[in-house]
């Protein structure tokens, strides 16, 4: 099995704990309101933290998806969370699962920046292509920017 590690950073106009609270802690019901593919993101099993395994329902081409997501930390106090991608459609063929770690920090302007450590877990000696890198960041941004905007939108939300 390889391991191959990416990370990326962004920033942010809003606060750590209020987008932490949108990317995390409400994200099971903010994400399918705010983006339209995306239709439920539901606990399987578990109870929400570590070892909780979550469906994230989507639709994609016309065709209904899942994802089914491993909760591994939710950290509220310190605005981090890890989980991996262990099954459905966001698992190509070559890769065993995909492992975030996200943690924010307080930025410039009581915003804030987000750090994130992806990790493909590939099979054999396989490697990542270069297009599944590309979309899987695309997906991971399109979130990012649709629960950071729902929380400009909403100035209330905290």
Not at 32 to 43: H, L, M, N, R, T
Not at 46 to 52: A, Q, V, Y
């Given at each position: 099995m390889g391991v191959f590690n990416f990370e990326e950073e962004a920033t942010s106009i809003v606060a750590p704990a209020t987008l932490h609270k949108a990317l995390v802690t409400d994200a099971d019901?903010?994400?399918?309101?705010?983006?339209?593919?995306?239709?439920?993101?539901?606990?399987?099993?578990?109870?929400?933290?570590?070892?909780?395994?979550?469906k994230l329902t989507f639709v994609e081409d016309g065709e209904t998806k899942y994802v089914l997501h491993k909760v591994e930390l939710v950290d509220d106090a310190n605005w981090a969370n890890n989980y991996s991608i262990v099954g459905g459609v966001g698992l190509p063929d070559t890769v065993e699962k995909i492992s975030f770690e996200a943690k924010l920090s307080a930025g410039p302007n009581g915003g804030s920046i987000a750090k994130l450590s992806v990790k493909y877990y590939t099979k054999g000696d396989a490697i990542p292509s270069e297009e599944e890198i590309k979309n899987g960041k695309a997906k991971g941004e399109g979130i990012f920017k649709a629960l950071e905007g729902y929380c400009v939108a909403n100035p209330d939300y905290n």
């Open positions: 019901i903010l994400t399918p309101k705010v983006i339209d593919a995306i239709k439920s993101i539901e606990i399987v099993e578990g109870n929400g933290g570590p070892g909780t395994i979550k």
